[in-house]
């Protein structure tokens, strides 16, 4: 083996694959049960935090960035003048391994752009993913990113090697797609996920009836969108996730801000900044979609089709809601207290339990761990000492914005300008 050769594709193929946020936490329970190498069984992935701190990590890279796309968005475009490189299958295998013994990593995460055609790159990345499983005897998770186009057959193998897989949709919006990449068909990027989401159910009626059944994609499938690159609305992003998770019951969709790493005239400017704070208020809506009973109706539509710069979109709904507040919280049920800004679901939790044993009061509810500075303003208990005075919204948003921090304040004024 030449390892100056392998060093250098792992950094060429490491750093093309820095673009993909879609490889956190995994979700598996593939158990290590015959003497092999590595449990994925309950373990996050890559730079991702479980419940008691630890940090843990994966290889992460492409097999390829080799492309016969030219994708406005994609550093590894074919008319972008970069230093090219690819992996063997047995390199990825042996770097895998050989990182994994030496407790760098938990696991795999591969990529890769598309070599000749669809097919051919999806049988390289499974081949991977099968000499690991059946000759390394390797229990660790597995991420494969699924090609857009492949086939369907290709897709059902690489489910049963896998512990996740992923297919991403890159523009949230079909037009934007036409515009960005017009090689590419938005229909090739949602047979593959139909498939997956299929056999997915397939397994689960199976091993109902044999619990020999082969397991296939335990830790789903997910997705990934762009953003910035077009000019969608958080509307139009939101909408388009919410479809993802119902129509092809997704883990997860993931949410990535633009970096201008290439000049054309469709896209941002070089030089312009990444919209981290943009992202980080997707992720939030995403989060009150998912376990706080939102509907994505109530935080973006046609009155409200972008989220609020400076304050998080349950604070926003709640500014705008103000007729259904203040909240007793000694009374309220779990959909109501979860409106409450400065109430997260363990709090939640922790209060419905709490008042089983008596009424609760402000010092209570500090003891609970709730945002005072903020849910004083939406809230009730059993206590005087409370915001009695009628306040309109923009002076409690201000008054909550002077007592608060965030490490994207710096943001506020000028980051959705941008776009």
């Avoid at 090697?161 to 037009?175: G, M």
Wanted: aromatic share 10%; with cysteine; net charge positive.
């Amino acid at each position: 083996m030449n390892f100056e050769r392998i060093k250098e594709k792992l950094n060429i193929l490491a750093d093309a694959a820095k673009y993909d946020v879609s490889c956190s936490s995994s979700g598996s329970k593939r158990q290590n049960t015959s003497k092999g190498l590595g449990d994925s069984s309950g373990m996050g992935i890559c730079h991702s935090y479980t419940e008691d701190g630890r940090c843990i990590s994966l290889l992460k890279i492409l097999l390829t960035n080799h492309c016969i796309f030219d994708c406005a968005y994609c550093v590894s475009r074919k008319s972008n003048d970069i230093k090219r490189a690819a992996f063997k299958i047995q390199e990825v295998v042996d770097l895998t391994i050989n990182f994994y013994r030496r407790n760098y990593i938990e696991g795999l995460f591969l990529s890769s752009g598309i070599f000749s055609s669809p097919d051919h790159t999806m049988e390289r990345l499974i081949a991977v993913a099968k000499k690991l499983r059946l000759e390394e005897n390797f229990n660790g998770y597995i991420h494969l990113k699924s090609i857009p186009g492949c086939s369907d057959e290709l897709m059902r193998e690489a489910g049963l090697y896998a512990d996740r897989l992923s297919i991403n949709i890159e523009i949230p919006t079909v037009s934007g797609l036409k515009l960005l990449a017009p090689e590419k068909d938005h229909k090739d990027f949602i047979k593959p996920m139909e498939k997956v989401k299929n056999e997915i159910l397939q397994y689960q009626e199976d091993k109902k009836l044999s619990r020999k059944t082969p397991i296939y994609a335990p830790a789903g499938q997910s997705t990934q969108m762009i953003v910035g690159a077009t000019g969608e609305s958080d509307k139009d992003i939101m909408y388009s996730a919410v479809h993802y998770y119902s129509t092809y019951k997704m883990k997860r969709v993931y949410y990535s801000g633009y970096v201008p790493v290439l000049k054309d005239e469709r896209l941002p400017a070089l030089g312009t900044e990444v919209p981290m704070l943009r992202e980080n208020r997707l992720y939030q809506t995403d989060w009150l979609l998912r376990f706080y009973g939102f509907d994505v109706r109530e935080l973006l539509n046609k009155e409200h089709p972008n989220l609020d710069v400076d304050i998080d979109p349950k604070l926003s709904w709640a500014l705008r809601n103000m007729h259904l507040f203040p909240v007793d919280v000694n009374t309220a049920e779990k959909r109501m207290l979860a409106r409450i800004p400065g109430l997260g679901m363990k709090s939640v939790y922790k209060i419905l339990n709490a008042r089983k044993y008596r009424r609760l009061n402000w010092e209570n509810l500090k003891a609970i761990g709730i945002a005072f500075n903020r849910a004083k303003y939406f809230m009730i208990c059993d206590s005087r000492d409370w915001e009695r005075r009628d306040l309109e919204p923009a002076r409690i948003k201000s008054m909550i914005l002077q007592s608060s921090q965030s490490k994207y304040q710096k943001m506020y004024n000028n980051q959705l300008t941008l776009f």
